[in-house]
């Protein structure tokens, strides 16, 4: 069974250290990053927004829902780009953006990977139920049951334990995301574009997704290619 834990605090904020991370988030199909969580991402590194804005572009502003995109920003940290969000505004007849089928195919890539790599996988817990418009208690059962069908279909030997951390918040503004700022605390300098980690240059086997797309820290991958899940 896979372990899911809730914390609070800034899902950003844990830093590799026995185990690589993989931060997961849901974005939109075209090509919109400036709301929501995407701000506490780009405090950690500039590489998820630039290949995001690149496979927007090379998509023509209308990514395929259900795909996910790996990008590393720093060594052993992961941010998992998961397109499962349908448009950028909500209408009063369909608030919500969220496309559920196709986030559970983007969060089964993104477990698959965590189990090879031996990572762990942090999300924010009101992930798709702000500016999204989405049902936080079904985006939760969804992440439940596609971990645990993850981990009980996976054809990688002697798999490990599948571990899930849920940061949560006091709401799901843009600003709540954001770890507070002290007060006359120095600011850490930006953080430079880092090489691909080795792990981005796996040679896929049978138990492998392989990937569609592979330039410089950016990594894609269809949702549906994943040996032994359907």
């Not at 992961?78 to 089928?101: I, R």
């Not at 559970?104 to 965590?114: G, P, S």
């Not at 503004?173 to 691909?196: E, H, K, Q």
Request: glycine letters at 8%; hydrophobic letters at 35%.
């Amino acid at each position: 069974m896979p372990k899911i834990s809730t914390l609070s605090g800034d899902a950003t904020s844990p830093r590799p250290k026995k185990n690589g991370i993989i931060v997961a988030h849901i974005v939109n199909n075209k090509g919109g990053w400036g709301k929501g969580f995407v701000l506490a991402v780009d405090k950690v590194s500039p590489c998820p927004k630039a290949a995001y804005k690149a496979w927007a572009e090379a998509h023509n502003r209308d990514i395929p829902l259900g795909e996910t995109q790996f990008v590393e920003a720093l060594p052993g940290y992961f941010v998992s780009n998961m397109c499962a969000q349908d448009g950028l505004k909500g209408t009063d007849e369909n608030p919500c953006l969220v496309d559920y089928k196709a986030l559970e195919r983007c969060l089964r890539m993104t477990f698959h990977r965590a189990i090879r790599l031996s990572y762990h996988v942090h999300i924010p817990e009101g992930m798709g139920s702000g500016l999204a418009g989405g049902d936080k208690d079904t985006i939760l059962k969804l992440i439940q049951k596609t971990a645990e069908e993850v981990e009980k279909k996976t054809t990688i030997p002697n798999p490990p334990e599948l571990n899930i951390f849920l940061w949560k918040f006091d709401d799901t503004s843009a600003n709540s995301y954001v770890a507070p700022v002290v007060a006359d605390a120095p600011v850490p300098p930006p953080v430079p574009p880092v090489p691909p980690h080795p792990s981005a240059t796996h040679v896929p086997t049978q138990q492998d997704a392989p990937p569609v797309e592979e330039t410089g820290a950016k990594l894609t991958t269809n949702a549906d290619d994943i040996a032994g899940l359907g």
